[in-house]
């Protein structure tokens, strides 16, 4: 299987060969996905489910999006014995699946999960991507909630819940296709977007982009993609490589204070200026423009619906309206989320898992309540603990207090000296490794600072513990 930019992780099929395989398929093979429970994956397989294809899937545990997906009616394999492979006509791989596992069969069409997700968009004439190294699923929701109440009907596909109910899936109608896209082994290279968002830029997934300089390249590839780029050019990583994007691509900018005369106009329809407090005033033009206040905390909401509004007015939506959906859209999940109270603490969670993710709540915190929050985190992967290690202390050491579960391994092996114990021995005073909000509740000190959750992995554990605790009070 080679990647059609180096490396064995994409099986380079052709779009269209995965279509006619499909087609041949359905009604009467079957599609198996191996890795079936991650939320991606989850997404895709009950996609083709609905469309009428036999889906089955295999994984080795039950967590993520196992539940959902059974309750669609998908067979969940646990045994590669249980496996019929004369009735699989496709195998669709999740990139967290190592190379060489017996499941991905060279006597059988496979490929991996970003190839079929090209393969299948192609249908839709409108086809959105977002991508950046943070707040992907957050823009992709906003975008899918907007858009819905804007009277469209996308078929959206993100990486977290998309807050109407359904997960990370959303069937509409053969217009508009949403999706969120990752970096991640160069897998947004094998989508097909009419439109993109590009959010921003940073040194991520240090397992496979060695230096930041891959991580531009593989920008660069992306923004040849697709007919319309718009990208965030007040962000440091994006504003890096703004002289290398090709001509369909365009800025938008944060301005602290809007240039009332620019001598040479420049090439985007789209400008704002700060306001304080969360709010901001978006403009389409010199005369057109609206003021809004976002519902998610901090500059992130600030950001994030600055790209969701300037991507609406770019399809042509009148800006007015959608700044007033915008505004009344409920705060998204997983992004500085409000809980509840343990005690007289708030408890909040954020997926935050970058040193600049872990920055920006923690600052959004202190600005909130007046003092740094005490942060609950949970690693994710050795490489990007070791490799972003002087990041992640610089950032956690702006928290009152840490707590540190164990590194989440995902789809890697330990690296010697890269724990959480390691770790935590540069952080602030009293910073500790826990494994269960027992733990936690019994270290914590007494204070009315903010409580945040920050990660996924063994935390989800910790924040059904905590949520299930007496001194836990939920929000109203």
Not at 225 to 230: F, H, I, P, T
Request: glycine content about 8%; some cysteine.
């Amino acid at each position: 299987m080679n990647s059609r930019f180096g490396g064995m992780f994409h099986s380079n099929t052709s779009p269209f060969l995965i279509r006619d395989t499909l087609l041949y398929a359905k009604g009467h093979r079957f599609i198996l996905f191996v890795g079936i429970c991650g939320t991606g994956m989850s997404a895709l397989a009950r996609f083709l489910h609905k469309k009428g294809h036999f889906v089955v899937g295999y994984d080795s545990t039950k967590s993520g999006e196992y539940d959902r997906i059974v309750s669609s009616g998908i067979v969940i394999f646990n045994s590669m014995d249980e496996i019929d492979f004369s009735k699989i006509a496709l195998i669709v791989y999740s990139l967290a699946i190592p190379q060489g596992h017996p499941l991905i069969r060279e006597d059988i069409p496979n490929c991996s999960r970003a190839e079929l997700l090209g393969s299948v968009m192609l249908d839709y004439p409108i086809r959105i991507a977002v991508a950046g190294t943070h707040g992907k699923s957050t823009v992709t929701s906003l975008l899918h909630r907007a858009l819905t109440a804007l009277g469209e009907k996308p078929t959206t596909m993100s990486g977290a819940d998309l807050g109407d109910g359904n997960g990370p899936l959303a069937i509409g109608d053969s217009k508009v296709f949403l999706y969120e896209c990752c970096e991640y082994k160069n897998s947004f290279l094998y989508t097909h977007p009419t439109h993109a968002l590009l959010l921003n830029l940073d040194h991520d997934h240090t397992d496979f982009f060695p230096t930041i300089h891959e991580v531009k390249t593989s920008f660069l590839r992306f923004a040849e993609l697709s007919e319309k780029v718009w990208y965030f050019a007040s962000d440091d990583g994006l504003s890096s490589i703004q002289a290398q994007m090709p001509s369909h691509a365009h800025p938008y900018y944060l301005y602290d204070e809007y240039p009332e005369k620019i001598d040479t106009p420049p090439p985007f329809g789209v400008k704002m200026r700060g306001e304080g407090k969360g709010g901001y005033t978006f403009y389409k033009s010199e005369t057109e423009s609206i003021s809004l206040t976002p519902t998610i905390l901090g500059d992130v909401g600030i950001f994030n619906t600055l790209a969701a509004l300037t991507l609406l007015s770019d399809l042509g939506y009148d800006i007015t309206s959608s700044a007033k959906i915008l505004e009344r859209l409920p705060p998204i999940a997983r992004r500085i989320e409000l809980l509840g109270r343990i005690g007289n603490a708030p408890l909040y969670y954020d997926f935050a898992h970058h040193p600049t993710e872990i920055r920006e709540t923690i600052s959004t915190l202190a600005k909130r309540y007046g003092k740094a929050p005490v942060v609950v985190f949970a690693p994710h992967t050795y490489t990007r603990t070791r490799d972003l290690w002087d990041g992640f202390v610089m950032a956690l050491s702006l928290a009152t207090l840490v707590f540190l579960c164990p590194i989440t391994p995902a789809r890697e092996s330990p690296i010697p000296h890269v724990t959480s114990e390691n770790l935590v021995r540069l952080l602030p005073v009293g910073s500790r490794v826990v494994c269960t909000a027992e733990d936690v509740i019994e270290q914590l000190p007494l204070t009315d600072a903010p409580i945040v959750l920050m990660g996924a992995g063994e935390l989800t554990k910790i924040q059904k513990e905590l949520m299930e605790m007496q001194t836990f009070i939920p929000i109203s």
